[in-house]
Nanobody, 119 residues
Framework: QTHLVESGGGLVQTGGSLRLSCRAS???????????KAWYRQAPGKQRELVAS???????NYADSVKGLFSISKDDTRRMVSLRMNSLQPEDTAVYYC??????????WGQGTQVTVSS
């Protein structure tokens, strides 16, 4: 059975960096490479929002608030998706979720990892 395992969250000071990782455990390679990969986040009292995505065509997209600061990457061999976050600000505090979408109708979500940026 496939599930997404996230790691790398934690507490960091303003201006610091973190790297989140997401491993697609039990996922076969063709499903992983055929999936759009993304990171979402949800802050307290707010809706979940898309932070960054990596299409099957290799195109990356970022929320305006993180452009130039965050970077999404993938490792097909290891079935991993990562999010490098630089210059973190208190408004980046949220639970971050890894998401894979296969053929537009099969969703995989991670359990979420907390990122807290102290001022």
């Amino acid at each position: 059975q496939t599930h997404l395992v996230e790691s790398g969250g934690g507490l960091v000071q303003t201006g610091g960096s973190l790297r989140l990782s997401c491993r697609a455990s039990g996922m076969i390679l063709s499903v992983f490479t055929g999936s759009t990969k993304a990171w979402y986040r949800q802050a307290p009292g707010k809706q979940r929002e898309l932070v960054a995505s990596f299409s099957t065509d290799g195109i990356t997209n970022y929320a305006d608030s993180v452009k130039g600061l965050f970077s999404i990457s993938k490792d097909d061999t290891r079935r991993m998706v990562s999010l490098r976050m630089n210059s973190l600000q208190p408004e980046d505090t949220a639970v971050y979720y890894c998401h894979l979408l296969y053929r537009r109708d099969v969703d995989y979500w991670g359990q979420g990892t907390q990122v807290t940026v102290s001022s």
